[in-house]
C-alpha cells in the first residue's frame, strides 16, 4: 500500500469512529457542546497548521514557475483561458442549481413541516453589499506581508505574478534568488507531507465535534433538503467530468483518483483550504507542470468554487419557496448574475457562501431569518461543497494545461514530489 492510499484509509477510518464517538457524546454526555467545543480545537490546529503552509507554498511555487516561463505574454495567455474556464464553469454551476431547486422544490416540504422561523427573526450573519471598491481593495494587497498574514490567496497571486514576472525580466541576476525560491518550495512539499500525517485526528474530532453538537435528528429533519443538494452535486461531478473528457479524454478519470485524498479531507474538514497542497501534488502527479498548476490552481480557489456556486442559487430558491415566494423565472435570472458578481468579491471571507446568500436575500426582499434554516446544518452541507470545490479546480487545472500542451505522462506514484523538480 502506498503511503497516499494508507493516509486515504486513515482519513476514512478517523470519519467513521468521528462519527460513532460524536454520537455517543450527544447521546449520553451531560455536556456534549463542551465535549464540541474540546474536540474542535484539534481540527482548529490541524487548518492552522495548514494556513501556515498555504501562503509560503503558492508564492514559491509560483514564483518559480513564472519565472521560468519566462513570457510575460504567455502568463497572460494562461490567465486569460483559466478565467474564461472558471467564468464558463461558474455558470454552470449556478444554473444547474437553479434548474434543480425549481424541479425538487425542496422548500415546499420545509414550509409543510413547521420548522419556519419567523420572518423578521435576526441570523446573525453580518451582510455587506458588493461592490467595485471592495472588489478592488480586496484583489491588489496594500502589503504583501499583511496578505500573506492573513492567507488572501488571490493577494498572493498577484504579488507572486509581478515578481516572478519581474525575475524573468531581469535574467541571470535573478536566477541565484529564483534558486532559494526554489528550495522554499520543496521544503514547503515536506513540510506538507509532515503535517498531512495529522489530517486523520483532524477528520475525527471534526466529525465528532459536529455530530456532538448537532446531533443526527438534524439530520432527519433536513434529510430532504440535504438529499436533494448532494444529489445536485454528484449531478454537477458528471458534467464537469463529461466536459472534462470532451477535452482531455478518458485520462481524467486517472484524475479522479489522485484527487481521491484531497477530495475526502476536504469533505471531512469542511475546507477546499485543507486540501490544497494535496490537490497540487495530485496535479502533478497526473502529469501537469507545475508551473501551471501554481499558477491556475490558487486563482481557481478565488474564481472557481463550483459547490458554492451551486448552493448559492440552491439555497437560495429554497428559502424563497419555504416562505412561499415565487419568483419569476427573470428575478431568478438577475438573480444568478448577481451571485455570479457578489460571490468574486468576498473570497477568502469565513462562511462566504452564507455571507452571499445573506446580501441576496436582502436585495430581493426575501426573510433573511430563512438562513436560520440552514444554519444548523452548513457544516454537513459545506463538506460537499468544499469536496466539489476541490474537484471543480482540478478538472479545471487539467483542461487548461491540455489546452498550452502542458500536460504531461502521469508521475508515478511512489515518488516523493517533495524531490520532484518544479518544471
Request: glycine letters at 10%.
Amino acid at each position: 500500500m502506498t503511503n497516499r492510499n494508507r493516509l486515504t484509509t486513515y482519513i476514512l477510518v478517523g470519519l467513521v469512529l468521528g462519527i460513532v464517538v460524536g454520537y455517543v457524546a450527544n447521546t449520553n454526555m451531560a455536556d456534549p457542546a463542551g465535549f464540541a467545543d474540546k474536540m474542535s480545537l484539534v481540527t482548529t490546529l490541524f487548518l492552522r497548521l495548514i494556513k501556515m503552509i498555504i501562503a509560503p507554498l503558492v508564492f514559491a511555487t509560483l514564483v518559480v514557475g513564472i519565472a521560468k516561463m519566462g513570457d510575460a505574454k504567455e502568463v497572460g495567455r494562461i490567465g486569460v483561458k483559466a478565467l474564461g474556464w472558471f467564468i464558463i464553469a461558474s455558470l454552470l454551476s449556478l444554473t444547474l442549481g437553479l434548474i434543480l431547486v425549481n424541479i425538487f422544490r425542496p422548500g415546499d416540504a420545509m414550509a409543510l413541516s413547521g420548522h419556519l422561523p419567523a420572518a423578521t427573526a435576526s441570523s446573525g450573519i453580518t451582510t455587506a453589499g458588493f461592490t467595485l471598491n471592495d472588489f478592488v481593495t480586496h484583489l491588489v494587497p496594500a502589503s504583501i506581508v499583511d496578505g500573506m498574514a492573513k492567507n488572501e490567496i488571490l493577494q498572493i497571486v498577484i504579488f507572486s505574478i509581478f515578481f516572478g514576472t519581474g525575475a524573468a525580466a531581469v535574467g541571470a541576476r535573478a536566477t541565484p534568488l529564483i534558486d532559494a525560491i526554489d528550495g522554499v518550495a520543496h521544503v514547503m512539499l515536506k513540510v506538507t507531507g509532515y503535517v498531512m500525517n495529522f489530517a486523520p485526528f483532524a477528520v475525527f474530532a471534526a466529525v465528532a465535534s459536529t455530530i456532538a453538537k448537532s446531533g443526527v435528528g438534524v439530520l432527519a429533519t433536513y434529510g430532504l433538503f440535504m438529499g436533494e443538494f448532494y444529489l445536485s452535486m454528484v449531478l454537477l461531478w458528471i458534467v464537469l467530468i463529461l466536459i472534462g473528457i470532451l477535452f482531455v479524454g478518458p485520462r481524467i478519470l486517472k484524475l479522479l483518483g489522485l484527487l481521491r485524498e484531497p477530495t475526502i479531507l476536504a469533505f471531512t474538514c469542511a475546507s477546499s483550504e485543507a486540501a490544497f497542497p494535496k490537490t497540487l501534488e495530485g496535479l502533478e502527479r497526473f502529469g501537469v507542470k507545475n508551473r501551471l498548476a501554481a499558477f491556475v490552481l490558487p486563482i481557481g480557489y478565488s474564481f472557481n468554487l463550483d459547490g458554492s456556486m451551486l448552493y448559492c442559487t440552491f439555497a437560495t430558491i429554497f428559502i424563497a419557496q419555504a416562505y412561499g415566494i415565487e419568483l419569476p423565472l427573470s428575478t431568478q435570472l438577475t438573480m444568478m448574475l448577481v451571485l455570479m458578481l457578489t460571490s468574486k468579491g468576498i473570497a477568502g471571507v469565513p462562511r462566504a457562501s452564507l455571507v452571499v446568500i445573506a446580501a441576496t436575500l436582502n436585495q430581493f426582499h426575501i426573510p433573511e431569518a430563512g438562513l436560520l434554516l440552514l444554519l444548523g446544518i452548513d457544516h454537513f452541507l459545506d463538506m460537499g461543497r468544499s469536496a466539489t470545490n476541490v474537484i471543480g479546480n482540478g478538472i479545471a487545472t487539467a483542461v487548461v494545461a491540455k489546452w498550452e500542451g502542458e500536460l504531461g505522462q502521469p508521475v508515478a506514484e511512489e515518488k516523493d514530489m517533495s524531490t520532484a523538480t518544479l518544471r
